[in-house]
């Protein structure tokens, strides 16, 4: 008889936990992981593959354990006057901000952050021995300054998750609330900024907060502007006391050279990867007009998903959509549900498909 995991020596500490997931279905519109559901461009992809290509004759050799072109590219891209001794890459943000837990959080201590958020945030910090504490928003999901700074103070964590904006809720995070949460602790602050590229182009990234702060840092991913989720990349800019930090838990050469190779070249790509940046946003900002339209409250979102609330069973509507080949997210909030905004035939399809399930209702 095959052992079951409770039989095995697990940690303590990691047993009951559910490892992270969503649900997978070949459905013809999948719209539930927050993917850019584009393709790469095919004038980008044919680049792409030439550097792939190049990098596979020097693949029997270690990659370069700094990976110092790729830094310096995401250098070039983000600006701020940020240089490559700035700048660290994993393979996807999730390991990046594993990274900072390991170097700054593991057994004893304790990480934060304001619920609901970012699922991967507490399974990181268990997986690393630390301690979970989750504060509470206020009404919508927003953070306002001083309750945010007085919940980080009290909790006196070593790292603290700011997601802005916050997944899964979309909601902004204003910066007068990273200011007061940063005044607020001596622990490392991550500003999450995963989907930061489908805010308004006006507004003030995290990034402009970092000369000073040493113990800011802001993260980022490829995974969705950049239509990059196979590909595994993400990075966080921050003081390079911190990089050096990060350096004493990274596995050796833990970013493969086809990785660099890949990332490079999509970023030499830039602008043309984020063309389809104000499209997705269109197709966002009309699924929460389609979905208020419809008698549901859409909250306010920048990023390249909608949550809207006021459904009345959430787990009949998301198996009434499923039923009809489309694929969105019940994530467990009250009489709510989630869906990425996709390209124009998916929206279509998915807002048609919920206003038949509404009128059938």
Known sequence: MSPRLQDLPLRDDLRGLQPYGAPQAPLPVALNVNENTHPVPEEVADDILDSIARALRDVNRYPDREFIGLREGFAEYLGHGLSAE??????GSNEVLQHILQAFAGPGRRAFGFAPTYSMYPLLTRATGAQWVAGTRGHDYVLEPESAAEQVAEASPDVVFLCSPNNPTGTPLSIEVIEAV????DGIVIVDEAYW?????EERSALTLLPGRERMVVSRTMSKAFAFAGARVGYLAADPAVIDALRLVRLPYHLSALTQAAASAALRHAPTMLRMVDEIVAQRDRISAT?????????ESWTNFVLFSGVDDPGATWQALYDRGI???DIGLPHSLRVTAGTEEETTAFLDALASIQSAS
């Open 86 to 91: 700035n700048i660290w890459a994993a393979n």
């Open 182 to 185: 940063y005044e607020a602790t």
């Open 197 to 201: 590229e489908f805010a308004p182009h």
């Open 291 to 299: 979905v208020e339209a419809l008698g549901f409250h859409a909250y």
């Open 327 to 329: 694929l969105i997210r």
